[in-house]
């Protein structure tokens, strides 16, 4: 009896240790990992921000120049922003993001997610909105990179000490697909099939 009783005490201790050994953490290179896992997060959200950006700029420039003033007025439109001023919008707001993850101010000309005013034509639209993207792929490229500091935008949900690079570029891009809903639905009205619609 009393050697069954060594048997079990020994048997659950066993067990004991090794259900211990599962639940301590391994030790591992945290510096390594995280490089890796910053590398596929620049990998991931790079190929997801490209796919935005082609999307984007193809429905962009397939709207005539001379319907970049257009702006619906049949329903619950009053007040939109024109054709042209919800893409000069759209990249205002990225340049301001981008800018807040790479800790950099939020670049002047932006204004209150306006864009410059003195961008007004669609190639000098269509520039701006280049310029944005270019922007927000530096942000990208610095993800995982700790010498760069992430800063609060006013323009952003997330607050100080609770924003992150990744979040502010998670960011960007549901903004993006926001506005190109309604890029879709402006050229439509203007009987342009978008680009990553047609066959």
């Not at 000309?109 to 922007?135: C, M, N, Q, W």
Request: aromatic fraction near 8%; avoid cysteine; charged fraction near 20%.
């Amino acid at each position: 009896m009393q050697k069954t009783k060594w048997i079990t005490v020994l048997v659950l201790w066993s067990a004991a240790g090794s259900l211990w050994a599962q639940a301590v953490p391994q030790v591992v290179d945290t510096k390594n990992a995280a490089s890796l896992d910053a590398q596929k997060e620049r990998r991931a959200f790079g190929s997801l921000l490209n796919l935005a950006e082609k999307e984007i700029i193809s429905a962009v420039d397939a709207m005539p120049a001379d319907k970049f003033g257009f702006a619906p007025t049949d329903g619950e439109f009053k007040g939109v922003r024109t054709f042209g001023q919800m893409v000069k919008h759209f990249s205002a707001t990225n340049h301001i993001l981008a800018a807040a993850a790479l800790g950099e101010e939020p670049p002047a000309e932006a204004g209150d997610e306006l864009g410059p005013e003195s961008v007004r034509t669609k190639a000098e639209i269509l520039a701006y909105l280049k310029g944005s993207f270019v922007h927000l792929d530096k942000a990208v490229e610095a993800i995982g990179q700790t010498n760069i500091p992430v800063n609060a935008s006013p323009i952003s949900p997330l607050k100080h000490g609770e924003v992150t690079r990744l979040a502010l570029i998670t960011e960007t891009l549901l903004h993006a697909y926001d506005h190109y809903g309604q890029l879709v639905e402006y050229l439509r009205m203007n009987g342009v099939v978008p680009p990553a619609s047609r066959p």
